[in-house]
């Protein structure tokens, strides 16, 4: 499609009345039609002949045959946005129809304007990828989600230390991403008052323009990149997987490491991280209801294939509570318990002033497991000098 040339759509569906909806939507100026089809064969054959701009795909259960065809019009059709449409909603859903090759998801019922602009975003994605294929690779920087399926078991203190530990410790580009839109508070944490937040970057994301994230990031003292949650909770922000994996690859392109503090419990956004993170450390106390929490997320990621390589469990005691035994989480959870955090009153202290334990007492409990889980990750050892510091993600 060139200029302001219609957007040629395949419309594919085994539902008559919906395949009648979205022709009635798409009878506009911007679109034209390549054509209709049932899911399947018929499908990938008119997907490969006429060449559209974008498929809307609709997509029901059973869902492996519909997965198929996502995947088989992707690679027969590889210059076409794929937008599926479905009433099936959960996390699963739309990670596998996304893996198998869409580049929009859009739960229905959708009005007019949503299904047209489902349409849209997949073009785009799909123009934004081939535009990033003629640009020579950047090298892909070590991302690490940390995740705490309920609250009040220390994730934004591990983030926080471990980000400000990967930066002394490597001396390398090291971003430190809130993805808790509603009241994240890693930059408080760290004494980082933010110019502008993620909240901003979304909303020129909204208006049409594309900017780098790098441009929304705050600096810190120790020298790692701050991607601040808003300053004030806002329900209104669009933000969804498409949005967390933007970020991510955006900042992983010019970061050695991006650290992620996800949002209290299992939400898609903290799935989305866990995608594309290179390891993800499952935080848990020793109770039995964050053990009963850890367990069922670990059987999620299982079952998505996500093997034990990527995941790491930490054990934390933000309060003096023992709990089960590191043994009995392995039973408990099947995966043996990576680091063990112990209670340490300094992270409280340190946090109500903005600053991270690994700064002000290096050699408190607390702050010695991070910097060994930096070492870890960074492959540093303790004699190894720190490398020359990135500027701004450059050397």
Not at 285 to 309: C, F, K, M, N, Y
Request: aromatic share 4%; net charge negative.
């Amino acid at each position: 499609m060139q200029g302001d040339s219609p957007i040629k759509a395949l419309l594919v569906s085994s539902d008559p009345e919906v395949l009648e909806t979205m022709k009635r939507t798409l009878a506009t100026g911007s679109f034209t039609l390549a054509g209709e089809a049932w899911p399947g064969i018929e499908a990938v054959r008119l997907a490969s002949e006429s060449e559209p701009d974008v498929v809307l795909l609709h997509v029901e259960e059973p869902l492996g045959p519909a997965v198929n065809t996502v995947r088989s019009i992707a690679q027969a059709a590889p210059q076409a946005g794929i937008a599926v449409l479905s009433s099936l909603g959960d996390l699963d859903t739309i990670r596998r129809v996304m893996n198998a090759g869409a580049h929009d998801f859009a739960t229905l019922p959708l009005r007019d304007d949503e299904m047209r602009d489902a349409a849209r975003r997949a073009l785009d994605a799909v123009r934004r990828s081939d535009d990033e294929d003629e640009i020579v690779a950047a090298p892909t920087g070590t991302v690490l989600c940390v995740v705490g399926p309920r609250g009040g078991v220390g994730k934004t203190a591990v983030a926080s230390n471990l980000a400000v530990a990967l930066a002394n410790e490597t001396g390398t580009a090291v971003a430190l991403v809130d993805l808790d839109l509603l009241f994240g508070s890693a930059a408080i944490a760290l004494g980082v008052m933010p110019a502008a937040t993620i909240q901003n970057w979304l909303q020129m994301k909204a208006s049409g323009h594309s900017e780098p994230v790098g441009r929304y990031l705050s600096n810190h003292r120790a020298g790692l990149k701050v991607l601040a949650a808003p300053l004030e909770p806002d329900t209104e922000l669009e933000f969804g997987p498409q949005e967390v994996a933007d970020i991510i690859n955006d900042l992983a392109s010019t970061h050695e490491f991006v650290v992620i503090d996800t949002p209290p419990s299992f939400t898609e956004i903290s799935a989305a991280a866990i995608e594309l993170a290179s390891a993800t450390m499952m935080l848990t106390t020793g109770d039995i209801a964050s053990l009963r929490a850890v367990r069922h997320v670990v059987q999620t990621l299982h079952a998505w294939g996500i093997d034990d390589e990527r995941l790491r469990l930490v054990r934390n005691s933000p309060v003096p509570f023992r709990g089960a035994s590191d043994d009995e989480m392995r039973e408990a959870i099947g995966i043996d318990v990576a680091w063990s955090l112990p209670h340490d009153r300094d992270v409280f202290k340190t946090t109500d002033l903005g600053v991270s334990v690994v700064e002000s007492n290096q050699r408190s409990p607390f702050a010695r497991q991070v910097t060994d889980m930096a070492h870890f990750f960074g492959r540093v050892k303790k004699t190894d000098q720190p490398a020359r510091r990135r500027v701004l993600g450059v050397f």
